[in-house]
């Protein structure tokens, strides 16, 4: 195993707030990136605010929620209503190789740190955007969060039953996967390019696009069907059974999936082979998507009278797609996360110790890693100033005197 990480010597001037801009450099960061993360006392961002609290008790330095995204960070208290304040952001970005930001199209141009701006400071920049639509287009200066991504690209209107209400899918989806994963892979791409070439460039990642790009079937469905798809709840097209049924305890389900003929003997075989099961217009693929409210009741009946986890061992011993549907609790003490060390657990100044996820990224020669937790608000504002820009004691006391730094 290499000692170093793959980005270890990046420096990334991190603008990122709340969800999917911290995620991604959160993920750098946990292969060697320095993030160097801009905030405010006066006005600490959102996410800070949000819970959960340890102990339930608020704070800028107790929200779990912010915890979660901003691990092995350093956190610089910067006052950018202050003219000085910029004058410190450039001399970062001469030092940096990465600059990303996801406000509002507007919001970095009105301090003068917009792309031909940062680009003459540092032209080998790499300059990160992530505007809710993108810089361009009737909505450039939209403001947008997960939920509301979700509902614009049709994630909401797909998730729900049939004749319901859109339901969502409980968490903020863009937030967590699509756009972090698009816009780190970006990055990836443009550290390779200068590498090669000695350049740096403009990144813009519209977030819905990454968000859209997750659902090509039911835009290709209506393109060539002429035909909008509904939301069909826990059901699949091409698959039956096909859904989540509950199993003994309270508020316990199984969900269980048989996309082929050979899976739904499995189920069969489980269930001990009863006589309804083999009835006509179960026999087919075709015939169970057919009628499947009957066929879901009946299996429904069955599972309610089992244990989950031991059906759930059951059925994919008998080689059916099968699932416990786990809680928080469920997920913590899950032995195969447990197994694959998944958590770790970090002591935080304020909440003590607990717990993070890993990277799921699993690179044998140069793992990711988790070595601190994220930051107090402005924990490391004397470092960052002495240590990469290399002020003086008594420059950085005149700073907070002068209310540019915290």
Known sequence: MSNKLPLQGIRITDFSWVGAGPTTTRTLAEYGAEVIKIESSKRPEIL????????????????????????????????????????????????????????????????????????????????????????????????GFGGTMSALVGINYLSGFPEGEPFGTGTNYPDHVPNPAHTAFGIMAALWYRKKTGEGQYLEIAQTETSLNFLPTAVMNYSLNDEILERIGNRNLNAAPHGVYTTLGNSRWIAIAAFTEQEWTGIKQVMGFPAWADADKFATLDHRLKNQDEL???????????????????????????????????????????????????????????????????????????????????????????????????????????DVVG
């Open 48 to 143: 800070r605010l949000t819970g959960p609290f340890r102990d339930a008790i608020p704070g800028v330095n107790r929200s779990g929620y912010f915890s979660n995204r901003n691990p092995n960070k350093k956190s610089l208290d910067l006052n950018m209503k202050h003219p000085k304040a910029r004058d410190l952001v450039v001399d970062l970005i001469k030092k940096s190789d990465i600059i990303i930001n996801n406000f509002t199209l507007g919001v970095m141009e009105k301090w003068d740190l917009g792309y031909e701006d940062v680009k003459k400071i540092n032209p080998q920049i790499i300059y990160v955007t992530m505007p809710s639509q993108g810089s361009t287009g009737p909505h450039a200066d939209y403001m």
């Open 296 to 402: 879901d009741a009946s299996i429904e009946e069955w599972t309610k009278g089992h244990d989950g986890y031991q059906l759930m061992n059951k059925l994919v011993q008998a080689g059916v797609r099968a699932g416990v549907v786990q809680n928080p609790k469920d997920l913590l003490e899950d032995p195969n996360l447990i197994a694959r060390n998944f958590y770790k657990y970090l002591d935080h100044p304020e909440m003590r110790r607990h717990v993070y996820n890993i990277t799921p990224c699993h690179l044998s020669k140069t793992p990711g890693q988790l070595t601190s937790p994220a930051p107090l608000i402005g924990e490391h504002t004397d470092e960052v100033l002495r240590e990469v820009l290399g002020l003086s004691e008594k420059e950085i006391q005149v700073l907070k005197a002068q």
